[in-house]
């Protein structure tokens, strides 16, 4: 069983940076996938971006392709989500997910989700 744990959101301006971070429980998050997801007011949750468990292959959604950076820490059993030059579009619950496989097509284990809030 693995638990995630997301922290970092928060209210900033647009054109602002946010760092996301989701902590894991367990050993096997070093040869997980994990993923970073959004669920914005009416709408259906959609993927953001993954890192694989070695963290040398990144994908990106095209909407935040240039602005948003996943990367993880395998010592410290966390995963990160940078987020710069924020929009007000980008407002949503951000949520963290992992996956033994290197493309899920349904991932096994997710957090809570921590808001963020981009203000125009």
């Known amino acids: 069983q693995v638990q995630l744990v997301e922290s970092g959101g928060g209210l900033v301006q647009a054109g602002g940076s946010l760092r996301l971070s989701c902590a894991a429980s367990?050993?096997?998050?070093?040869?997980?996938?994990m993923g970073w997801f959004r669920q914005a007011p009416g709408k259906e949750r959609e993927f953001v971006a993954r890192i694989w468990y070695s963290g040398t292959d990144t994908y990106y959604t095209d909407s935040v392709k240039g602005r948003f950076t996943i990367s993880r820490d395998n010592a410290k059993n966390t995963a990160y989500l940078q987020m710069n030059s924020l929009k007000p579009e980008d407002t949503a619950v951000y949520y963290c997910?992992?996956?033994?496989?290197?493309?899920?097509?349904?991932?096994?284990?997710w957090g809570q989700g921590t808001q963020v809030t981009v203000s125009s």
């Open positions: 997910a992992s996956d033994p496989s290197l493309a899920p097509a349904s991932w096994k284990y």
């Open positions: 367990g050993r096997a998050f070093p040869f997980y996938t």
